[in-house]
């Protein structure tokens, strides 16, 4: 699961992430759901929403 966009913010600087360090995930997070969102459609609904929600989020944060 994605943490929510307001928390994306404290976790990266909690965790003291630098740019490069924040880039690789946002990268990395699609990548998966992509790959997981055909596979569970029709036997994991609830894993199909959680890949939508994933791409939606990174899409949205990068517009």
Do not use: F, Q
């Not at 994605?2 to 913010?9: Q, S, V």
């Not at 990395?28 to 609830?46: E, G, K």
């Not at 890949?51 to 517009?63: D, G, K, N, P």
């Amino acid at each position: 699961m994605l943490p929510a966009a307001e928390a994306r913010g404290v976790l990266r600087e909690t965790v003291g992430a630098g740019e490069a360090e924040w880039a690789r995930p946002r990268g990395w997070a699609p990548s998966i759901a992509v790959i997981a969102l055909p596979y569970y459609w029709d036997t994991n609904p609830p894993a199909a929403e959680n890949s939508r929600h994933v791409i939606a989020e990174i899409l949205a944060e990068t517009t």
